[in-house]
């Protein structure tokens, strides 16, 4: 299975609202975020301040990511989001987007890459995921997003070894 990473399209947009509705993990209020970015990105690709990009397998969008340049840093970049189908989960098309994230944001000289997740029982899975390719806790807000849910920043240096 071969895994193509290109730039989205507006034509993708519905594939990829699918792929975020049909993930049980993200609430309705977090798939209305995802969307505006994804409108954002699509209105003005270079002025959002966003890099969105879809992995297509059979010529079928299979995930997404989006990520962008923290404000006010000097190499430190955000992933926001990324999704992959459902069905498609477990068959390495996040990692090759994650890889396709990584390297690009080392072609613009970044230093690390931060993301931002929930401490639910229900993103195991995903904290376990980041942390096998190469991710770092290095921080836990207790209580952040709700009661019981904290926010978990996990990081990797993209300018080491």
Known sequence: MGVRIRPL??????????????????????VVVAEELIDSYLCDPAG????IVVGEVDA?????ACYGLAPLTEGTWDLYWIAVERGRQGQGIGSVLMKFVEDWIRQEKGRMLLIETS?????????????????????????FYAPGDSKVVLMKRLDKG
């Not at 195991?124 to 770092?136: D, L, P």
Request: charged share 25%; net charge negative; aromatic share 12%.
């Open 9 to 30: 399209t507006a034509a993708d947009k519905p594939a990829v609202m699918k792929i975020l509705s049909n993930t049980p993990e993200f609430l309705p209020m977090e």
């Open 60 to 64: 079928a969008i299979a995930g997404y």
């Open 119 to 143: 401490s639910k029982p229900d993103y195991e899975r995903t904290r376990r995921f980041y942390q096998h390719i190469g991710y770092e806790e290095i921080c836990r807000i207790p209580e």
């Open 48 to 51: 959002s301040g966003y890099n």
